[in-house]
């Protein structure tokens, strides 16, 4: 192996990371009086983003959608009735430690609890992770249970966010993964890709590419701003590598809620190769409430985004329920796509 975590280039953009609200108030000329809020909400969840992704704010703008998915507002402090510290209740499970099982054939191992960039909507900012690394002796555990259960189809790399272990590990973990003969599919949810474009190194795609099992990467962009054309080669690299790429996003007012934004976020994963997947709802967790949008209004955008895009770029909105089978489906459906009439005739098709 010719890896080097401690030089490779994404790993020095992850260690400098902003991590102090005035630093990134200064880099992005915002005025000082949004301090004091920002330290009072850094304290409930640390600031954390990488200059890679604060290139791409608009300098001077405290509503810039990229920065209103990291800074720290008063508003996180707001008590709201509803919103919890674990709404998915992952905390209350038995089972296997560092595995989460609430689908058939699938099964999430939780890699790590770190992650490259701290995002103020994630249900999992009160999540109680003990360490930021996963552990070995917690993977066997996972591993052999893995191998113990033959409906298990796939496997999902979670966290945090897996990509911001070293790839000698994650390389080890893969291979061990492809030895367990029941397993098809590797899927990896990550927001990295996104963030330090630069982490879809050579290292990267070797072990992907090496790989027997067919590799999906899920990766989590919510604004059009987001991909630019460092993410557009760090999409294309993973394409090379022979992974699939799907996309997740979060509903989140302020940042990304309006039909032009969302059909523009489809149109720009698909340019870069990669298709719109799921449009999630905000997990209803404390501190997140003004992020917020209603049911109702989160269908109307998803219809109008159906009316005006091919099936293929609308993504999925869906929520997650506590006990169910699947994720469950809000939109597109039937009714919705009534309103918006020019649709009507395209039903004689078929
Ligand atoms: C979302 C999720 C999955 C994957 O569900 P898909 O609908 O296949 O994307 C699997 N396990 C857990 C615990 C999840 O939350
Ligand atoms: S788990 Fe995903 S959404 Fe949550 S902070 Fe990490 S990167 Fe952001």
């Not at 707001?78 to 430690?97: H, K, N």
């Not at 698909?270 to 449009?279: H, M, N, R, T």
């Not at 949008?293 to 869906?318: C, D, F, I, Q």
Request: charge should be negative; aromatic fraction near 6%; glycine fraction near 6%.
């Amino acid at each position: 192996m010719i890896t080097n975590p401690a030089t490779a280039a994404w790993r020095r953009q992850l260690s400098e990371a902003i991590q102090r609200p005035a630093q990134l108030l200064e880099r992005l000329q915002l005025p000082p009086s949004l301090l004091p809020d920002a330290m009072a909400a850094d304290k409930l969840f640390r600031l954390r983003v990488p200059e890679a992704f604060v290139r791409r704010m608009r300098v001077g703008d405290p509503d810039d959608p990229l920065l209103r998915q990291v800074l720290p507002l008063g508003a996180e402090l707001r008590r709201v009735p509803g919103f919890d510290e674990d709404p998915l209740q992952e905390t209350v499970r038995g089972g296997t430690p560092g595995v989460i099982e609430k689908y058939h054939g699938r099964s999430l191992l939780i890699t790590t609890g770190a992650c490259a960039v701290n995002c103020r909507y994630c249900f999992r900012r009160h999540f109680p992770y003990h360490q930021e690394r996963g552990e070995d002796g917690r993977w066997s555990a996972a591993l052999r249970h893995l191998a113990a259960d033959e409906t298990v189809s796939e496997v999902i790399l979670s966290g945090g966010d897996p990509l911001v272990l070293d790839d000698g590990r994650l390389a080890e973990l893969a291979d061990r993964l492809q030895n367990i003969p029941h397993l098809k599919r590797l899927r990896i949810h990550t927001r990295l890709p996104v963030v330090i474009p630069d982490r879809v190194d050579d290292a990267l795609q070797r072990w992907i590419a090496e790989s027997r099992l067919k590799t999906v990467m899920v990766l989590h962009a919510n604004h059009p701003n987001e991909l630019d054309t460092e993410v557009q080669g760090a999409a294309e690299r993973l394409l090379a590598a022979g992974a699939t790429l799907l996309n997740q996003s979060v509903l989140l007012a302020g940042v990304n809620d309006d039909a032009g934004t969302l059909s523009a976020l489809s149109e720009r994963l698909f340019d870069a190769g990669v298709l719109p997947y799921y449009l999630h709802l905000l997990d209803p967790v404390s501190g997140a409430a003004h992020f917020d949008v209603s049911e109702h209004r989160a269908r109307r955008l998803v219809a109008e985004m159906a009316a005006r895009l091919p099936g293929y770029l609308t993504p999925k909105l869906v929520r997650e329920e506590p006990g169910e089978p699947s994720k469950t489906l809000i939109a597109p459906d039937s009714q919705e796509s009534e309103e918006f009439g020019q649709n009507a005739a395209v039903t004689g098709i078929f």
